[in-house]
């Protein structure tokens, strides 16, 4: 993967419906197209840095370098550099705002605008990296230089980073546009309007369909494997099935069990401490399932928000710091005192200065816990405890017995441990709104629509049919 160049001033950025797709890729793509594209005119004077589409994968190297480019989208400040994990907890209870940019104050406190420059910048973001899947899975079946094996796998994982893109989405803003065709001109994204969340769901598994059957990749937990891709369908099928009236929602949580079960297969029981997930070099777990790499060129912009010695815009927050048990090992490693008394915890998580883990996309544990509360969903409350209770074990608290707890409060046993074990990995907005607490936890009920983020102006200006979320 190449550098991520993300200035973090999101007001910069080109509006997402307003890119061509002329450009992209940045140096590995490029450096590798330069030899296919050879130059040989000195008076030619088309930029290097862009290619039209007809040139921009025709063989085994560049369509390998293609779906570098499209993981490269990943390490934008905009999304897992930063903004994927930042936003989830900022908007809920677990962070607060401590520092001097505005728009992170409104997220903070639910008062979002629809210029919000985060919100915008994280959005462009994802749709920026699902058009490069989008020139992966259009394209590369049309050349025919491309050998079957690379055609395979490349394809597999476009499909898997488009619907990890799409479902991002979905969690944050509802229905959104589910482009399947790269841009090719501002027409193509001005005519978008917005699918229903259940269309993106529906266009999510059939891409992890794809994804499943294409992926070739078996080791490489920094690109998508089969593993990887069931237990993103296992956490896609969990989030569907508490969608507000979704009737099939039994069925939902027996196939993301189903999946869970498949992902967990003879690895089920967590044996990595709980601070070597986090290392600052990324080193590899066997927890791990998928990861985005970055390393002391290609930083990630985690710690320089969290911390005191960076930007100390967020940190932990009083109600985050106290729900955490005497001896949790999560906490230990997670949260530090920072020694100043008008700010006085640091999110230690991720603390590499410069950021330089790799960071955890979806992991062992999250894919525990999403079969803790299918089961419990289900009824199976004993066996439901037994598997929550092996994220308490890893982190050095006792087990919880089952005796006759009702099923709520198994379940509510459950969001706490995914708070606790997740915490500041962007999951606890999502996690609030799935279960419907998102407005009174946050105390919004004088602005409901906040529970959503708000479709960035400049796009819903230059595409008169994408319509805004209520409330903004």
Not at 127 to 144: E, S
């Given at each position: 993967m190449t550098p991520s160049s993300d200035s973090r001033t999101p007001s910069s950025r080109a509006p997402l419906f307003m890119r061509l797709r002329h450009t992209t890729y940045r140096a590995t793509l490029l450096a590798t197209l330069v030899g296919v594209a050879a130059c040989g005119d000195i008076l030619n004077v088309q930029p290097v840095t862009s290619l039209p589409q007809d040139q921009l994968i025709v063989d085994n190297a560049t369509a390998t370098a293609a779906l570098n480019g499209a993981y490269d989208g990943l390490q934008s400040g905009s999304y897992y550099?930063?903004?994927?994990?930042?936003?989830?907890?900022?908007?809920?209870?677990?962070?607060?705002?401590?520092?001097?940019?505005?728009?992170?104050?409104?997220?903070?406190?639910?008062?979002?605008?629809?210029?919000?420059?985060?919100?915008?910048?994280?959005?462009?973001?994802?749709?920026?990296?699902?058009?490069?899947?989008?020139?992966?899975?259009?394209?590369?079946?049309?050349?025919?230089?491309?050998?079957?094996?690379?055609?395979?796998?490349?394809?597999?994982?476009?499909y898997f980073l488009r619907a990890l893109g799409f479902h991002n989405l979905v969690k944050f803003w509802g229905g959104v546009p589910i482009p399947t065709k790269p841009i090719n001109s501002p027409a193509d994204a001005q005519a978008y309007t917005r699918a229903t969340v259940n269309e993106v769901y529906t266009q999510i598994l059939k891409d992890l369909d794809s994804a499943q059957a294409l992926i070739r990749n078996t080791t490489n937990t920094r690109y998508a494997t089969l593993n990887a891709t069931r237990a993103l369908r296992a956490r896609v099928l969990f989030y569907r099935a508490g969608l507000p009236g979704n009737a099939g929602a039994a069925a939902d949580y027996q196939a993301a069990l189903n999946?869970?079960?498949?992902?967990?297969?003879?690895?089920?029981?967590?044996?990595?401490?709980?601070?070597?997930?986090?290392?600052?070099?990324?080193?590899?777990?066997?927890?791990?399932?998928?990861?985005?790499?970055?390393?002391?060129?290609?930083?990630?912009?985690?710690?320089?928000?969290?911390?005191?010695?960076?930007?100390?815009?967020?940190?932990?927050?009083?109600?985050?710091?106290?729900?955490?048990?005497?001896?949790?090992?999560?906490?230990?490693?997670?949260?530090?005192?920072?020694?100043?008394?008008?700010?006085?915890?640091?999110?230690?998580?991720?603390?590499?200065?410069?950021?330089?883990?790799?960071?955890?996309?979806?992991?062992?544990?999250?894919?525990?816990?999403?079969?803790a509360e299918a089961l419990a969903r289900l009824n199976r409350l004993p066996e439901a405890v037994a598997q929550y209770n092996k994220v308490r074990v890893r982190a050095g608290l006792a087990p919880h017995t089952f005796t006759t707890q009702t099923q709520q409060a198994v379940i509510d046993a459950i969001e706490l441990e995914r708070r606790l074990e997740l915490a500041f990995e962007g999951d606890r907005w999502p996690d609030l709104n799935r279960l419907g607490k998102a407005v009174a936890v946050k105390g919004i009920a004088d602005r409901p629509g906040q529970a959503l983020f708000p479709i960035p102006l400049r796009d819903t200006r230059t595409s008169p049919n994408l319509t805004q979320n209520p409330g903004y």
């Open positions: 550099g930063l903004s994927a994990l930042l936003v989830g907890d900022l908007a809920a209870d677990n962070t607060v705002w401590t520092g001097t940019f505005q728009y992170l104050g409104e997220m903070a406190t639910n008062r979002m605008q629809a210029d919000n420059p985060e919100v915008t910048a994280m959005w462009t973001a994802i749709y920026q990296q699902i058009d490069r899947d989008n020139v992966l899975i259009n394209k590369v079946p049309q050349v025919t230089l491309v050998t079957d094996p690379v055609r395979s796998d490349v394809m597999g994982q476009a999946e869970a079960n498949a992902v967990l297969q003879g690895r089920d029981t967590l044996t990595v401490p709980y601070a070597d997930l986090f290392t600052a070099a990324g080193t590899n777990t066997s927890e791990d399932l998928f990861r985005v790499s970055f390393n002391a060129t290609e930083t990630n912009g985690i710690s320089n928000y969290y911390l005191q010695v960076g930007r100390a815009e967020v940190a932990p927050s009083t109600s985050i710091d106290q729900a955490y048990p005497a001896g949790d090992a999560r906490k230990a490693w997670s949260i530090r005192p920072s020694g100043n008394a008008g700010r006085p915890l640091n999110g230690n998580k991720y603390a590499a200065r410069p950021g330089t883990e790799h960071v955890h996309v979806i992991r062992l544990a999250e894919v525990v816990l999403i079969k």
